[in-house]
């Protein structure tokens, strides 16, 4: 599921190179980070949130498959730390 992600995510933005997608997984949970330029961030989002959720659903409906939930985050630069 993170190559597919991946692929989407990449395609979306306007700076690939800047994509980075943590996966988290912790038992029937999948937690997956993406941090990318913000500049970016309203292209993977959507208006009204459309795209993003585009995104979680098709993650979700691949999930069922395996018994697990997928949440996919967003992380906001103003939270990162610069360590």
């Known amino acids: 599921m993170k190559y597919f992600l991946d692929f989407v995510i990449r395609a979306l933005v306007e700076f690939p190179d800047e ?3 943590e996966e988290f997984d912790k ?3 999948t937690v ?3 941090r ?3 500049a970016d961030i309203g ?3 959507g208006k009204n949130g459309r795209t ?3 995104i979680r659903s098709v ?3 691949a999930a069922t498959k395996v018994n ?3 949440s996919l985050e967003i992380a906001d630069s103003d939270h990162l730390s610069a360590t």
């Open 68 to 70: 697990k939930h997928v």
């Open 43 to 45: 292209r993977v989002i």
């Open 52 to 54: 993003i959720s585009a």
């Open 19 to 21: 994509v980075d997608i």
């Open 36 to 38: 990318l330029n913000p």
């Open 59 to 61: 993650l979700n409906a």
């Open 32 to 34: 997956f980070v993406v």
């Open 27 to 29: 038992g029937q949970n």
